[in-house]
């Protein structure tokens, strides 16, 4: 579904990415770790068209959207939340979702008018898949750290993506919320049929939730696998595991 080849993106002298690559198939929970300045947020910029590689290309369903806008990307089916949830505080639950519906449907012009019944639906379909529908009417900002967590992926779905792109989705939780919000990843993957691509600080979640992982250090892809063969990985656990600072 997603690949990204030999992908290069510096700043002045400094490579933040050299030459990475990575493959997500249809389907996948796929990881991406590496330590502190390892380009994994750079990568995630790259293939959502925040930034422009130098080189290489980002291939999303066999289609070159390497040079393309961010609102073009997201109209192809990916979505993406980051590791600071982005929501509007003073809004209800509801409303935070339903700006998005109406907005891939094209019609957030009619936000502050009846929404149509479709809307309204999806909507409704998307907070009780991530647990929220009995909190619709709250204000986003009166929410828990792990529930705005969880809207902001409510948000993400209300794009109807096929790749949805999570950046640190346990940051800052207890365990019982990190907890709560993998099984809910896990949980839409399955129910929604969604492809995965998340960057996470926490080794138990990676290699307890993810399929695939890949390993970046100073830009460069180390290594992609399964778990398994990640976490055996000499040049992994020289470079990463043995003492470097996740994410």
């Known amino acids: 579904m997603l690949r990204v080849e030999e992908i290069h993106k510096s700043f002045d002298d400094f490579k933040a990415v050299n030459g990475a690559n990575l493959t997500v198939e249809k389907g996948e929970l796929v990881a991406v770790i590496g330590p ?16 422009k590689p130098d080189q290489g290309k980002v291939v999303f369903k066999d289609e070159d959207i390497s040079k393309l806008p961010p609102y073009k990307i997201c109209s192809r089916g990916i979505a993406r939340s980051f590791q600071i949830a982005n929501i509007f505080p003073r809004l209800t639950v509801f409303r935070n979702v339903q700006v998005s ?55 993400a779905l209300g794009n109807k993506p096929e790749l949805l792109i999570l950046d640190e989705p346990t940051a800052g939780m207890s365990p019982e ?25 926490d080794m138990e979640v990676v290699f307890d939730a993810a399929q695939s992982i890949m390993v ?14 990640v976490r055996n990985s000499s040049q992994v ?11």
């Open 36 to 51: 502190n300045g390892a380009g994994k947020t750079t990568l995630f910029n790259l293939i959502t068209g925040q930034l």
């Open 101 to 155: 519906v109406l907005s891939q449907q094209g019609k957030s012009r009619k936000l502050f008018y009846p929404a149509e019944k479709l809307a309204l639906e999806e909507t409704n379909s998307i907070l009780e898949n991530v647990g929220l529908l009995d909190k619709a009417e709250n204000t986003a900002g009166s929410l828990a750290h792990g529930d705005q967590r969880a809207l902001e992926i409510a948000i």
């Open 177 to 201: 919320e990190t907890t709560a919000t993998m099984e809910l990843i896990k949980r839409l993957a399955d129910s929604r049929g969604l492809t995965i691509l998340f960057c996470e600080h």
């Open 216 to 229: 970046m250090h100073q830009g460069l892809t180390i290594i992609q696998g399964e778990p398994d063969e």
């Open 237 to 247: 656990q020289e470079c990463y595991l043995g003492g470097a600072e996740p994410c």
